[in-house]
């Protein structure tokens, strides 16, 4: 059973920073696209980032102030979050591809969700 979990949510204040961390277990994603979205209050799911082997991508509401990266075994996916932003709050989820796909692969895998809280 493949599980997605992700860590490093909490309340920060704009201007902060904060990591989050996801872990898959399960299966390797070596190779695969990993990525993250975000859901607030009262909105649909949005793109944040993505990750495979040859680099990585970031939506322009985060571009310069989000760094997605990949741990050594390739099973783990970090998002480094600086400069924060109230309009930054909301859960975040970590997900998972059986693609190669940089841009638009599908998303089999998603983790529950932790939540960013960034106080004004």
């Known amino acids: 059973q493949v599980q997605l979990v992700e860590s490093g949510g909490g309340l920060v204040q704009a201007g902060g920073s904060l990591r989050l961390s996801c872990a898959a277990s399960?299966?390797?994603?070596?190779?695969?696209?990993m990525g993250w979205f975000r859901q607030a209050p009262g909105k649909e799911r949005e793109f944040v980032a993505s990750i495979v082997r040859s680099g990585g991508r970031t939506a322009d509401s985060v571009k310069g102030r989000f760094t997605i990266s990949r741990g050594y075994a390739w099973n783990t996916v970090y998002l480094q979050m600086n400069s924060l932003k109230p309009e930054d709050t909301a859960v975040y989820y970590c997900?998972?591809?059986?693609?190669?796909?940089?841009?638009?692969?599908?998303?089999?895998?998603w983790g529950q969700g932790t939540q960013v809280t960034v106080s004004s």
């Open positions: 997900a998972g591809s059986e693609s190669m796909q940089l841009v638009n692969p599908t998303w089999r895998y």
């Open positions: 399960g299966r390797t994603f070596s190779g695969y696209a």
